[in-house]
C-alpha cells in the first residue's frame, strides 16, 4: 500500500522562503506530485517529479529522493495569494492516486 | 475552454435514495477519477477509469459505482447513499494514466445524506 505524511500547518511571512515536506511509504511508485488547493476552490496542479531532483517552476520547486522516500515543495517569494493547502500526491503502479493529508499554509503580512 | 464539469454543485438527499453526479470533460483525455475530500483526510479516490469500458477501483470504493460508456464522460452513481459518505467530490481527468501527473479537477460537488 501507500500512505503518504505531512505537517498539517505551516506559517510564514510574506517574501520568506518555505518548504512542505512530503513522506511516503510505498510498495510501487511512478513519483510524486503537488497541487494547490484555495479554500472553497478545486485542486490545481503545481509540480511533479518523475525522477529524483529538483524540479522548478517559476516560484515553485519540487524535490525528489526516493532511497529516501521523501520529497519536499519549496515556495519562494511567499506572497498572500499563496496561502492555501498544499497536498502531494503519488501515482502508484496499479495507477491510482493517492494523496497526503495537505498542509495548510498561512502567509502572513 | 479546457475544463471539467460537475452536476450538481451541490445536493441534499436522505438515505437510501439513488443518485448521479455527472462529470464531463472536453480536453479528450483517457484517465478520468473520482476522489472525496473529508477534513484531516486529504483526497481519496474512489474509482479510476483508464479508458473508455475501462474502470477500477481505488482506495475507497465501497458504496460507489461508475461508468465509463463514453470517454468525455465519467457518472458517479450512490446506489444506497448514507450519511457517511456526506463529503465533497471531484471528478478529475488527465492525459493517458496521469503520465504527466496533471490531473485537471472539476468545481467539486458538496453532498449532503442525511
Known amino acids: 500500500g501507500q500512505s503518504l505524511e505531512q505537517p498539517s500547518e505551516v506559517t510564514a511571512v510574506e517574501g520568506a522562503i518555505v518548504q512542505i515536506n512530503c513522506t511516503y511509504q510505498t510498495s510501487g511508485f511512478y513519483g510524486l506530485s503537488w497541487y494547490q488547493q484555495h479554500d472553497g476552490g478545486a485542486p490545481t496542479f503545481l509540480s511533479y517529479?518523475?525522477?529524483?531532483g529538483l524540479e522548478e517552476t517559476g516560484r515553485f520547486s519540487s524535490f525528489l529522493s526516493r532511497s529516501d522516500s521523501y520529497g519536499y515543495l519549496l515556495l519562494q517569494e511567499l506572497q498572500m495569494k499563496d496561502s492555501a493547502s498544499y497536498f502531494c500526491a503519488g501515482l502508484n503502479y496499479g495507477q491510482n492516486f493517492v494523496f497526503g493529508p495537505g498542509t495548510r499554509l498561512s502567509v502572513l503580512p | 475552454e479546457a475544463q471539467v464539469t460537475q452536476n450538481p454543485r451541490y445536493l441534499i438527499t436522505v438515505t437510501g435514495k439513488k443518485l448521479t453526479v455527472t462529470c464531463s470533460q472536453n480536453?479528450?483525455?483517457?484517465?478520468m477519477s473520482w476522489y472525496r475530500q473529508d477534513p484531516g483526510l486529504g483526497l481519496r479516490q474512489i474509482y479510476y477509469s483508464m479508458n473508455v469500458e475501462v474502470t477500477d477501483k481505488g482506495d475507497v470504493p465501497e458504496g460507489y459505482k461508475v461508468s465509463r460508456k463514453e470517454k468525455r464522460n465519467f457518472p458517479l452513481i450512490l446506489e444506497s447513499p448514507s450519511p457517511n459518505q456526506t463529503s465533497l467530490y471531484f471528478c478529475a481527468s488527465s492525459l493517458e494514466r496521469g503520465s504527466s501527473y496533471e490531473q485537471y479537477f472539476g468545481p467539486g460537488t458538496r453532498l449532503t445524506v442525511t
Open positions: 517529479n518523475a525522477l529524483d
Open positions: 480536453m479528450n483525455h483517457e484517465y
